[in-house]
């Protein structure tokens, strides 16, 4: 009996290596793909697949949804596809010289985006430009209500009235 299984071992492990003695690479077919609510695939094309484990590796699903990566070591891998708004991922086994069937279904995720603003104050005018004086000319043309110099007070930069008319 224990000769047996180790004549089955023996030969398990031969064919997994190539003539060379290497063991031989398998590959990996699948498809990237969303459910509808009737059931049906629908598929995504150009979705961006990559594949990590021992090796890794990226490719895009063609017009049909289908990705390949051929020459892929025996190992556990796990291939993940994203499109915008969507990602799945699979988790996979190739042994050496098999290929795997790998279908990744897609699901919503969150669109999540950000905005970075940097800057200098370099070309600002500094605020001290800024004239804050009333001049005669401006209190002899300016419209004035019942001649009063406080009237003139909003035309000051950062003077405001309250809502009694008073400034502040």
């Not at 224990?2 to 071992?9: E, G, H, Q, Y």
């Not at 994203?82 to 098999?98: H, M």
């Not at 002899?140 to 009237?151: G, I, L, T, V």
Request: proline letters at 8%.
């Amino acid at each position: 009996m224990k000769l047996i299984w180790t004549l089955s071992a023996l030969l398990t492990l031969a064919c997994c290596f190539a003539e060379d003695g290497k063991v031989a690479p398998g590959s990996i077919d699948g498809e990237v793909f969303t459910g509808s609510v009737d059931g049906q695939r629908a598929m995504a094309p150009a979705a961006h697949v990559s594949l990590r484990g021992p090796v890794t590796r990226e490719t895009a699903s063609d017009a049909t949804g289908r990705y390949r990566f051929e020459l892929v070591p025996p190992g556990r891998y796990q291939a993940e596809a994203t499109a915008p708004g969507l990602s799945g991922t699979v988790t996979l086994d190739i042994a050496a010289g098999e290929t795997v069937a790998a279908p990744i279904p897609l699901e919503l995720t969150a669109v999540t985006s950000s905005v970075t603003v940097t800057g200098t104050d370099s070309g600002v005018p500094a605020a001290s430009a800024q004239s804050t004086a009333i001049t005669q000319s401006t209190v002899d043309n300016a419209p004035n209500q019942n001649e009063r110099f406080d009237s003139l007070l909003p035309l000051v930069p950062g003077v405001v009235r309250d809502p009694t008319g008073t400034s502040i």
